[in-house]
Structures are given as C-alpha cells and as structure tokens.
C-alpha cells in the first residue's frame, strides 16, 4: 500500500467534531434543494421537461457536500432510474 492510500484511509474515518459541520453542510444542501423544488413548481416548463441541477455547498471547516439531481416534470423517472437512485420524497412539479 502506497502513502496515498494509507493517507485516505485515514481521511475516511471522522469524529464526532468532524462529523458536525459535514451535517451542517447537508442540511444547507437539503435547503438548496427544497428551494429549488418550490421555485420550479412556479415556472413554465414543458411536461416531460428535465432540469439537472448540481448543488455543492462549502460550509465550515473546509467540508463540502455535492448532489446531482435530474427534476422530471410531470413525469415518474424511468425504472432503471429509480432503482439506480431511489426517491427520498416525491415532489411533482
């Protein structure tokens, strides 16, 4: 095993301190995309219309979290989709 690997291993494994703001992070991302959901259900977009977004928050400490997210208007995702990345809410807009 080479220094890079043994040095990722060890980023891997975080505290209770660490883990706080990697939290705070999410919740700021989770906002960003509750947002963006209210905001779309007020636009005009074709049924069947997709909107990718990509949201990477910064917080504290130098933590960062990123999503990716394909809003489909109007429309269930395709099954191979939704096994491949199961809903956590079923927002239609």
């Known amino acids: 095993m080479g220094a890079t690997d043994w040095?990722?291993?060890l980023k891997v494994v975080k505290s209770a301190e660490e883990i706080e703001p990697i939290k705070a992070c999410a919740a700021l991302q989770d906002g960003c995309v509750e947002h963006l959901t209210n905001r779309?259900?007020?636009r005009v977009i074709k049924p069947g219309g997709e909107v990718p977004?990509?949201?990477?928050?910064?917080?504290p400490c130098g933590y960062y979290t990123e999503i990716t997210k394909i809003f489909a208007v109007q429309v269930e995702p395709?099954?191979?989709?939704?096994?491949?990345?199961p809903r956590r809410s079923s927002a239609t807009i």
């Open 53 to 59: 977004v990509f949201i990477k928050v910064n917080g």
């Open 40 to 42: 779309l259900q007020n």
């Open 78 to 85: 395709p099954p191979a989709l939704e096994k491949a990345s």
């Open 7 to 9: 040095v990722d291993r």
